[in-house]
């Protein structure tokens, strides 16, 4: 196996962890539209103290991109240029929005920023899922890896499809992850019902997106590719079925299973390819001749294998230290 | 005004916004560390009560600011692909690695420890809690360090070879041990050091002047930020300086510009103030201090230092006709100056402020009225700041990586200049609109915040 194939591992492992776990942080975002303000209160406490190291999967997944195939990071960050602004606005907003939303105590100041959370957590899940299509959908690129399309491109029915599919995914997610972290019995039961209605939801809008992407693309080429969307549809299945009957622990689990298998078959569906051109194959950008040299590769290499298990290991110590239910009582002042 | 320029802008402007709250990070993150070793070491009930206070209200000022750094870097990770794709595509095999390094080991760091601090109060022993913001402190100045290693390399290549039309990397250690890096570490980490320490004197002076009931622990916190700064400002001078003196040998054409010596001369002159006039490379006008540029460099009142005209010619023999003056030497010349001259400021009103916490304690009352003045002068730390960034980015010009790639050519082909208007505009109008509610959340939290004994 060559690096360029473990560095297409390592980026599918840091855009799975970036989905799994900034997903439910979008989904529980989501879902504090329309809820009264203790409620939205519980649910920002609930990802106030790892959010923030969440979102840094995807900062890491940008870089790595960067350093492993630089092409590919150079192609895709230009191609949706317009799209990565509206999601960096978004994020900027919700960002400084957990930290500022408490400072000041009148009802205007604590509602804005709560918007600016649901806005910033809401354009990111739609995008994402539009970028991802988009790569296996292919895009105009040329035989300089240059984008010549323009921005109505990236916003073709399909992919758009795939976009509101991810923010279903992340708002299920989001709700099992809640149910897990919520102490107000009455309150989990009726996240718990949503999640149910969101993963129903997910699944009808899993089943058209495939079929779509099944004629559009290539996703089903691959048998790898449908064992693991199969066992990913199965996974959200599981997870209604465990938020009716109202084990979060399981509900989370199956959507995690869910996330991930959906990346890694999304991943193998690509491969060897990252980023298809729709103007011919031989343009398409993949793990060869978008690469860094084998001298970065390896050291990039060696850097992941001693960091990135250092960093799950600290990073699950802090879920294990914030392991407790939130209480109204724990954000009375906030 | 084309995609390239326009680009350019937007660089500049979201850098500089980045970097008004970086050197905050730096040196606020340090200072708050130390602020809560003490309290974990300190001795009676009534004071650990007030210097648990005293940590979360800096704490808290520094949450905000860490906030707004950190949003804004991530624009800046992404502007690489966005904007300057031909750039990422040429550089990325060297400039890639310490960009993921730096999420890999500094950024996670940071954002892991930053949530257990801020939420970990009640759940981590007081040891636990300390060591966190400790690794907070780390891991920003750890991605500082990262981040200086790759703008290093686009001032001063080196450990690469050309490849297929690519830099690549050949060396990683020559890579991360470029001596450009240790003088632009050094200066960026005093400055940090500098402008964390000036925020907290300037706070706390004025809290001193304004609120009664915390008045004492204020004047403790003044008395340590004091020396802090004064420790920041003349790292910040002496690496400064250092840094210059090496310049004159890795990049003599940035050192020129800024100084706008036009002709070679031996013993240099040192221009106070000039008019430059670019296009006839010339000053109309100068006040000089005969000999002083040489002696800056060589530290002696005899030696060369090499003049634009002719690093220019040099330049032309070495890659073929064109311009290789940076194409705003005035800007550089002036910010230079702001540089230097807010620096100096800053090291006398930190001195005079030492005086007054050190030596006139008993009266400090009758000074209340100047320290109530105090919050005028914190643009100063942040002037010196953007100016320092502009002289060392726009000393790089035409160049993005200096000898490599022109920055004319390193812009994404694909953008129309409609595109970069509409985020350029986008950024700009976001970033004031934040600046506003933050700078405000963060005034209402000062005045409203007490630190006495009551629970």
Redesign the interface.
């Not at chain 2, 690489?80 to 904007?83: A, L, S």
């Not at chain 2, 550089?91 to 690695?97: E, L, Q």
């Not at chain 2, 960009?99 to 080991?105: D, I, M, Q, S």
């Not at chain 2, 994404?412 to 953008?415: A, E, F, H, I, T």
């Given at each position: 196996m060559d690096l360029n194939i473990v560095w297409f591992i390592l980026i599918t492992v840091l855009f799975t962890g970036f989905f799994i776990l900034e997903g439910f942080d979008y989904g529980v975002g989501m879902m504090m539209i329309g809820r009264p303000k203790n409620e939205r209160a519980q649910f920002v406490r609930a990802i106030g103290p790892v959010w923030d190291g969440n979102e840094v999967w995807m900062i890491t997944a940008g870089g790595a991109t960067f350093a492993a195939f630089p092409h590919v990071y150079a192609t895709m960050f230009s191609t949706f240029y317009l799209a990565l602004f509206l999601m960096l606005l978004a994020l900027i907003l919700r960002g400084v929005a957990f930290e500022l939303r408490g400072k000041l105590q009148f009802a205007d100041w604590i509602n804005f920023w709560d918007f600016a959370i649901m806005f910033g957590s809401f354009i990111p899940a739609l995008l994402w899922g539009v970028a991802v299509t988009n790569l296996l959908r292919g895009l105009p690129i040329n035989f300089q890896m240059h984008f010549v399309g323009d921005f109505l491109d990236l916003l073709n029915p399909c992919a758009l499809l795939g976009g509101i599919f991810f923010v279903l995914l992340f708002l299920f997610h989001g709700a099992n992850f809640l149910s897990l972290k919520i102490a107000d019995k009455g309150l989990v039961e009726e996240i718990q019902r949503k999640s149910f209605c969101y993963g129903v939801a997910t699944t009808i809008f899993y089943a058209v997106f495939a079929a779509v992407a099944a004629v559009q693309t290539d996703i089903l080429a691959k048998p790898a590719t449908v064992i693991f969307l199969a066992v990913s549809v199965a996974s959200v299945l599981l997870g209604c079925y465990s938020a009716k009957v109202g084990n979060a622990c399981k509900a989370f689990s199956a959507s995690t299973v869910a996330i991930a298998t959906l990346t890694a078959g999304f991943f193998i569906a690509l491969f060897p390819r990252i980023m298809v051109s729709s103007i011919s194959p031989d343009f398409s950008l993949n793990i060869y001749n978008a690469a860094s040299t084998p001298n970065t590769l390896f050291l990039m290499t060696v850097a992941a294998v001693i960091f990135v298990p250092i960093v799950l290991c600290y990073q699950a110590w802090s879920y294990k230290v914030f392991k407790d239910r939130i209480t109204p009582a724990d954000v009375h002042y906030h | 005004m084309d995609a390239l320029i326009l680009s350019r802008l937007q660089f500049a402007i979201t850098t500089i916004y980045h970097f008004l709250f970086v050197p905050v990070t730096l040196g606020l993150s340090i200072f708050v560390a130390l602020l809560e070793t003490w309290y974990v070491n300190s001795g009676s009930y009534e004071e650990r009560i007030k210097l648990k206070k005293l940590v979360k209200f800096f704490g808290?000022i520094f949450?905000?600011n860490?906030?707004?750094g950190?949003?804004?870097g991530?624009?800046q990770?992404?502007h690489?692909?966005?904007?300057w794709?031909?750039y990422?595509?040429f550089?990325?095999?060297?400039?890639?690695?310490p960009?993921?390094?730096?999420?890999?080991?500094a950024?996670?760091?940071e954002?892991?420890?930053?949530?257990?601090w801020?939420?970990?109060w009640d759940?981590?022993s007081e040891k636990m809690h300390c060591i966190c913001i400790w690794l907070v402190a780390f891991g920003s100045n750890l991605s500082a360090f990262w981040i200086l290693v790759a703008n290093s390399f686009m001032q001063h290549p080196v450990g690469y070879a050309i490849?297929d039309g690519r830099a690549?990397?050949?060396d990683?250690f020559e890579l991360v041990t470029n001596p450009y890096v240790v003088g632009e570490y050094s200066h960026a980490l005093f400055a940090g050091i500098s402008t964390g320490g000036f925020l907290v004197i300037v706070i706390s002076a004025w809290k001193i002047a304004t609120d009664e009931e915390s008045r004492e622990m204020f004047v403790r916190t003044l008395r340590r930020a004091v020396l802090y700064t004064f420790f920041g400002v003349l790292g910040v001078m002496g690496t400064g300086h250092l840094h210059a003196q090496y310049l004159a040998q890795a990049n003599p054409m940035k050192l020129a510009s800024f100084e706008a010596l036009w002709e070679t001369e031996n013993p240099a002159p040192f221009a106070v103030i000039a008019d430059i006039n670019q296009d006839s490379r010339r000053n109309d006008f100068e006040i000089v201090i005969p000999k002083m540029f040489t002696f800056m460099v060589h530290n002696s009142f005899s030696g060369e230092v090499k003049g634009i005209n002719d690093l220019q010619k040099e330049a032309v023999e070495k890659y073929g006709s064109g311009y290789y003056i940076p194409n705003d030497v005035r800007g550089m010349f002036w910010s230079f100056r702001a540089m230097v001259g807010t620096g100096g400021l800053m090291l006398f009103i930190v001195f005079i402020t030492a005086c007054l916490v050190f030596f006139k304690r008993n009266s400090l009352r009758d000074y209340h009225c100047c320290l109530k003045l105090m919050p005028l002068l914190l643009p100063l730390p942040f002037i010196a700041n953007s100016a320092g960034w502009y002289i060392a980015e726009a000393g790089r010009q035409p160049w993005i990586v200096v000898g490599l790639q022109k920055t004319a050519v390193a812009v994404?082909?694909?953008?129309s200049a409609d595109?970069v208007w509409?985020?350029l505009i986008?950024?700009t109008a976001?970033y004031l609109f934040?600046a506003v509610?933050?700078v405000f959340?963060a005034v209402?939290?000062i005045r409203r915040t007490k630190i006495t004994e009551e629970e």
């Open positions: - | 808290t949450l905000i860490f906030a707004m950190v949003v804004t991530i624009v990770e992404f690489f692909g966005m904007n794709s031909e990422a595509r550089m990325g095999d060297i400039f890639g690695a960009l993921a390094l730096e999420a890999l080991t950024f996670f760091i954002s892991t420890f930053i949530g257990l801020i939420f970990g759940k981590l490849e690549v990397m050949t990683f994404s082909p694909n953008l595109e509409i985020t986008g950024f976001v934040l509610l933050a959340a209402m939290f």
